[in-house]
T-cell receptor
Framework: DADVTQTPRNRITKTGKRIMLECSQT?????MYWYRQDPGLGLRLIYY???????NKGEISDGYSVSRQAQAKFSLSLESAIPNQTALYFC???????????????FGPGTRLTVL | QKEVEQNSGPLSVPEGAIASLNCTYS??????FFWYRQYSGKSPELIMS????GDKEDGRFTAQLNKASQYVSLLIRDSQPSDSATYLC?????????????FGAGTRLAVHP
């Protein structure tokens, strides 16, 4: 079974609809992240959470909200979807960094979201 | 200046050749550097990490780090068509008391038979 799972894998919706993307992990990591990826722009951080009570905005949080329901679950919501939120969305997890190293992030399979 | 810069490519190399992928970063205090490979429509996967100046080899992959020049590269020897993918350079950045991973936009590599 995959360590980081995302649902749904594909979603087509209409402008103004509320959408929730879900992420679950079995890696036991405290840290979870939501990214979006657009062609030519790479991965951009939307929100990140270092534990259940610690949620922080990333570089492009406007129009998004998140919920950390448990250590293993981190959901991303689009309250009122708009076409420029059409993108590939990835969830990722990691351990905290070590004293001299930064730990690898493990990515889920992604959700392709299309907003018409 | 972008925090992590890569040529978008595509970088086209013949099978069996050496592919050289480059990345520059702006934060002089960065200590960790990562290369992720991403196949089209798939999620990124880590293939190399490097923390010290010099070279680090893992199979056909070699990461090279030059902190003075703020430059990290990835060499792929004996390139195979299965190496065709986008390669993302990533560098942690301390912001707001937390380290966050900053990704470059990626270089697309095409290995042709």
């Amino acid at each position: 079974d995959a360590d980081v799972t995302q649902t749904p894998r594909n979603r087509i919706t209409k402008t103004g609809k509320r959408i929730m993307l879900e992420c679950s992990q079995t890696k036991g990591h405290d840290r979870m992240y939501w990214y979006r990826q657009d062609p030519g722009l790479g991965l951009r951080l939307i929100y990140y959470s270092f534990d259940v009570k610690d949620i922080n905005k990333g570089e492009i949080s406007d129009g998004y909200s998140v919920s950390r329901q448990a250590q293993a679950k981190f959901s991303l919501s689009l309250e009122s979807a708009i076409p420029n939120q059409t993108a590939l969305y990835f969830c990722a997890t990691s351990d905290p960094p070590g004293r001299y190293t930064y730990n690898e992030q493990f990515f889920g399979p992604g959700t392709r979201l299309t907003v018409l | 200046q972008k925090e992590v810069e890569q040529n978008s490519g595509p970088l086209s190399v013949p099978e069996g050749a050496i592919a050289s992928l480059n990345c520059t970063y702006s934060d002089r205090v960065s200590q960790s550097f990562f290369w992720y490979r991403q196949y089209s429509g798939k999620s990124p996967e880590l293939i190399m990490s490097i923390y010290s100046n010099g070279d680090k080899e893992d199979g056909r992959f070699t990461a090279q780090l030059n902190k003075a020049s703020q430059y990290v590269s990835l060499l792929i020897r004996d390139s195979q068509p299965s190496d065709s993918a986008t390669y993302l350079c990533a560098v942690p950045k301390l912001s707001g008391g937390y380290n966050k991973l900053i990704f470059g936009a990626g270089t697309r590599l095409a290995v042709h038979p």
